[in-house]
């Protein structure tokens, strides 16, 4: 229910990823903008591309002249402290650990209820792994932070049960699951060259190295990847190398509402993770629901979380190697394995019908109670 009174509360958000492409804060927006209060998102300007000039909430983005490392997270969370000790605020939430800093100091002395959207489980991601040093302090910060928050929200049960484990807190699921659309796109039927497709970031651990060597095992198959990020240069010299380049189609950052013209061109879709760490095992990608709307099976490593999801509603086939042949054999499966493919038509929708962020969104209702 919207807010009554003509002042409207006024919630912050901070982020460091990219809002062109971050769909989910964009859901986090709209929801609570329909619910009657006011968003603000603090976040940082990205070189290149623009924002969709539709999107809800009112933004600013600092421009810092680091873009990356440890200096890089002390400026972000030192432009986003300075911002909320100036401006009103009633509650902030923060997505993830490494703008929850800011938002916690400047919530505290403020005395305003502050929450944190966990996209991953941060001293677990796969770039601290071998930063022992590192994820010490970022794991420190957790355990001094976490308890300390009104409430929490996180991708999957795998990080919820690590959270009340290691930290004794309870976060709530909220799954990155997409909006349901108006219509479903159909499983396409297969051409003279069939299209793999990914979309996402373009950083370590993906299987995005192994995934553009599977290519050179299906002759007549086509890679696009949608997405940007650490990885992409030493991706183009393993196309180059390979002599792929008519086969891998690099399509850039693009925002989220243009994906959708990318993945009816396709026929199956990647979610493959490398073990590099408790986040990737315990992961739920929003790709896995994202792609039974836009008509793709799905092709995944067999961690918990994603093996139970794919198993449960029959979206796809799961992987317990990242050998280019085992990927390669998976593809050629996926797409010219028609009694598979009647069964995946059939199954799509059911996912798309059950798990959609209308439903999901409900969790949020926790952090309203705090604005009345």
């Not at 290149?48 to 873009?67: D, S």
């Not at 432009?79 to 000790?85: D, P």
């Amino acid at each position: 229910m919207k807010q009554a009174s003509s002042i409207r509360k006024r919630l912050v958000i901070t982020v460091s990823n990219n809002l062109v492409t971050d769909n989910r804060v964009a859901k986090l927006v709209h929801y609570f903008d329909s619910e009657g209060m006011e968003v603000f998102v603090l976040g940082r300007n990205w070189p290149g591309g623009a924002l969709p000039a539709n999107r809800k909430g009112q933004l600013r983005r600092f421009k810092l002249w680091v873009n990356k490392g440890p200096l890089f997270y002390a400026l972000l969370n030192l432009r986003m402290f300075f911002w909320l000790l100036g401006h009103r605020f009633d509650l902030v939430l923060a997505v993830d650990m490494d703008t929850l800093p800011a938002a916690w100091l400047g919530a505290r002395l403020k005395r305003r209820p502050v929450f944190m959207d966990s996209h991953e489980f941060f001293s677990e991601s796969p770039e601290l792994q071998h930063r022992p040093g590192v994820k010490r302090i970022w794991r420190n910060l957790e355990k001094f932070l976490l308890p300390r928050l009104n409430g929490g929200f996180t991708v999957s049960p795998g990080i919820v049960d690590l959270y009340q484990r290691l930290f004794g807190v309870d976060f709530d699921l909220l799954r990155n699951v997409p909006r349901r659309p108006a219509d479903l796109l159909p499983l396409r039927e297969l051409g003279a060259h069939p299209v793999v497709y990914y979309q996402g970031a373009l950083n370590v651990g993906r299987g995005l190295k192994e995934a553009i060597r599977a290519m050179t095992l299906l002759p007549g198959y086509k890679l696009h990847i949608a997405g940007s990020g650490d990885e992409e240069d030493v991706l183009r010299e393993l196309v180059k190398e390979l002599k792929l380049e008519e086969h891998v189609v690099f399509l850039g950052r693009l925002p989220f509402e243009e994906l959708r013209a990318e993945a009816a061109k396709a026929h199956v879709g990647l979610c493959l993770l490398e073990s590099m760490g408790l986040n990737y095992y315990h992961s739920l990608p929003n790709r896995l629901f994202d792609y039974p709307a836009l008509g793709l099976p799905i092709i995944a490593t067999n961690f918990p979380d994603m093996g139970r999801l794919v198993q449960e509603y029959n979206t796809g086939l799961l992987l317990d190697s990242m050998e280019a042949e085992v990927i390669a054999a998976a593809i050629r499966r996926a797409c010219e394995d028609r009694v598979l493919r009647l069964q995946w038509g059939k199954a799509l929708p059911r996912i798309v019908a059950e798990l959609n962020w209308e439903k999901e969104a409900k969790v949020l209702t926790k952090l309203l109670n705090y604005s009345k």
